[in-house]
């Protein structure tokens, strides 16, 4: 069992050896596979740390461009997001567990200082503003303590509808989806569904009024 409303860890940086006993045994599936169908996995699967290699290497090489070198910064992104649309502009420094999973939307702007961890999708629709130092987790762990501690995790994806606009340090916890031209107030936490065209705000966040 796991909890949504806790997303948001993500061992990647160090997540040691596959530990033995693993939960879903028998399972043919990758960890990959599994991450991205929202079953248990763990982080230090060959797999996974290969590809979380390659996307800290290519985030390097984004966040040393320029923040007013367009061109620059749309190569480096091409070449760690999973889809960028036309305009779309994402602003350093940017953050994120593997990057393939992340598409934005055509004229989408992610400002400064933003953490998209992506062990599920994250899609962003088009034209979404996403205001500096927000943060969308799709990861999250299991509630039973010795599988946490293990290292056992999953994840569930994040879905933000086009036109929609995140304020400044609010955070998207995991399997959330937030409607199409939905504002949410800087600072909120949402951690369920709001549908579209709706003033949210609060901690939890929570709709204020119809837009």
């Keep these: 069992m796991t909890d949504g409303t806790a997303g948001g860890d993500g061992r990647n940086l160090s997540p040691g050896p596959v530990p033995d006993g693993d939960p879903l045994e028998g399972d043919p599936r990758t960890h990959k596979t599994r991450m991205l169908q929202g079953a248990l996995y763990h982080a230090g699967d060959s797999e996974l740390l290969a590809d979380y290699g390659r996307a800290q290497a290519a985030l390097a090489v984004f966040n040393a461009v320029r923040a007013d070198d367009n061109a620059a910064l749309h190569a480096a992104l091409s070449s760690l997001l999973g889809g960028i ?49 927000v943060h969308i987790y799709t990861a999250t762990h299991p509630l039973e303590a010795p599988l946490r501690r293990a290292g056992w995790e999953s994840a569930r994806p994040v879905t933000i509808g086009d036109g929609a606009w995140l304020g400044g340090r609010s955070v998207v916890c995991p399997g959330v989806t937030i409607g199409e031209n939905t504002v949410v107030g800087a600072g909120s936490v949402v951690t369920k569904d709001l549908p579209a065209g709706v003033l949210a705000a609060g901690t939890p966040c929570r709709v204020l009024r119809a837009l």
């Design 85 to 133: 649309g036309e305009g779309s502009v994402v602003k350093p420094a940017f953050r994120c567990d593997y990057g393939r999973h992340i598409t934005l939307g055509p004229g989408a702007f992610v400002n400064y200082d933003c953490v998209f961890l992506d062990c599920a999708a994250i899609t962003i629709g088009a034209e979404v503003l996403i205001g500096p130092g």
